[in-house]
């Protein structure tokens, strides 16, 4: 049978008979799948001492990128997903890129500066951002003022922190008003994230 192959194949035609993958190779496989679900699990427990469960519980809630809800349909196909770090107004890709963050979901989400994004592209175009690794926040007092470019300010000792615009509208802030704001714990920043704003009297 073996010789019948052989001078079959040396004859120049084309064997389609169907290609058997050997036991010992299957088993190697089922093994190797074995190594990577054993390393999953730990890898899961690891991380679950490492987050909180209040963080956790924030971090699966999928939050887009615009205010528009995407199907999930467009989460599949050609999707491509990019992780980076917001640096208070964008997210820097891993290729130093810069990927425009929208206003009103730093807002709402009271993203820090240093914060970890993932940016999933979907095969529509459509940008879905998802908070996956927030960074140790601080809460500060802050005055809250407004530059001659029109731009806001949070002021206290003697530090100052860039504001979204859409952050300090949402809560109708003004010059002169008390903001509680959200920086890095550890480090400086130029940005600061707006928790809430109290209204001078």
Do not use: C, H
């Not at 730990?42 to 971090?59: F, N, Y």
């Not at 964008?90 to 709402?108: E, F, R, T």
């Not at 820090?112 to 175009?125: F, R």
């Not at 003697?158 to 008390?178: H, I, M, N, P, Q």
Request: glycine share 6%; hydrophobic share 40%.
């Amino acid at each position: 049978m073996l010789e019948d192959e052989e001078e079959e194949l040396s004859d120049g035609k084309k064997n389609d008979e169907i290609i058997t993958v050997p036991k010992s190779k299957m088993i190697l496989v089922k093994k190797l799948l074995a190594n990577i679900k054993e390393n999953n699990d730990r890898l899961m427990q690891v991380l679950s001492g490492l987050v909180a469960d209040d963080d956790e519980l924030s971090i699966n809630i999928s939050q887009l990128g615009d205010d528009n809800f995407s199907d999930d349909e467009d989460l599949v196909g050609d999707a491509k997903v990019i992780e980076g770090v917001f640096d208070g107004e964008n997210m820097i890709g891993p290729d130093g890129k810069q990927y425009s963050v929208p206003a009103n979901y730093a807002s709402k989400s009271k993203l820090v500066e240093g914060d970890i994004l993932k940016l999933t592209i979907t095969n529509k175009g459509t940008f879905v951002y998802k908070q996956i690794g927030p960074i140790e926040r601080s809460r500060v007092v802050a005055q809250l003022e407004k530059t001659v470019d029109n731009e806001f300010i949070a002021v206290a000792d003697e530090k100052k922190w860039r504001l979204l615009t859409a952050s300090v509208t949402y809560f109708r802030g003004e010059s002169g008003d008390e903001a509680v704001i959200l920086v890095p714990k550890n480090g400086e920043s130029k940005w600061a994230a707006v928790e809430n704003i109290v209204k001078k009297a």
